[in-house]
């Protein structure tokens, strides 16, 4: 598999996660030509969050870090408009954007997940996965009945923790940015204590 790869980008006022999903209203061009261009090439497309600017109009300036979005359900919405559900499925640093002529940003990405399910959870997390149990099982939903495996695997554990906890989009964007699922574990424990 590359290691890197061109992508186009669909900046954010969030950040998408691993694993995540995210419903999206699609009603500009540029972003209907990625969803065409996305569906043509059976391929994804990278959400990043912003850092300045806004979601629709004139570029904006993209986190350096992201997660690769694939489409897994369209239709429309009262308004006739395009929505999207889509996953995340993996990280990426931007190494070089670059703007279409139609304003759609594009960048250079380096794919930055680890091999997954090759690490088991670490003692001192115990607690976090506990603590996602008990949540999930509130909150119901599609990882209600996760694995044990799945709870034993420190990226699923993150993860899903960034998703459920409340947390700040900043707060997620440093998590996502990092590389090591067990220092994001660390991460999250110095969040809750």
């Known amino acids: 598999m590359p290691t890197t790869a061109s992508l186009p980008l669909f900046p954010l006022h969030t950040v998408l996660l691993p694993g995540a999903t995210l419903g999206l209203r699609v009603f500009e061009a540029r972003y209907l030509d990625l969803v065409r261009e996305c569906g043509r090439n059976a391929s994804g497309f990278g959400v990043c969050m912003i850092l300045e600017g806004n979601e629709a109009g004139a570029p904006a300036t993209p986190a350096a870090f992201g997660t690769e979005a694939r489409i897994e359900d369209f239709g429309t919405d009262d308004d006739g408009l395009l929505t999207l559900r889509v996953r995340g499925v993996r ?103």
Do not use: K
């Open 91 to 193: 990280r990426f640093h931007v190494r070089r954007t670059r703007v279409r002529d139609n304003g759609l940003l594009v960048a250079d990405v380096e794919w930055r997940d680890v091999a997954v399910g090759e690490e088991l959870l670490q003692p001192q997390h115990g607690l976090l996965t506990t603590v996602l149990q008990r949540i999930l099982e509130r909150i119901g939903g599609e990882y209600a009945q996760a694995s044990r495996e799945q709870f034993d695997d420190p990226e699923w554990v993150g993860w899903r923790l960034a998703e459920v906890l409340p947390l700040t989009d900043m707060q997620r964007q440093q998590l996502l940015q990092d590389d090591d699922p067990h220092a994001r574990l660390d991460q999250l424990l110095a969040l809750l204590s």
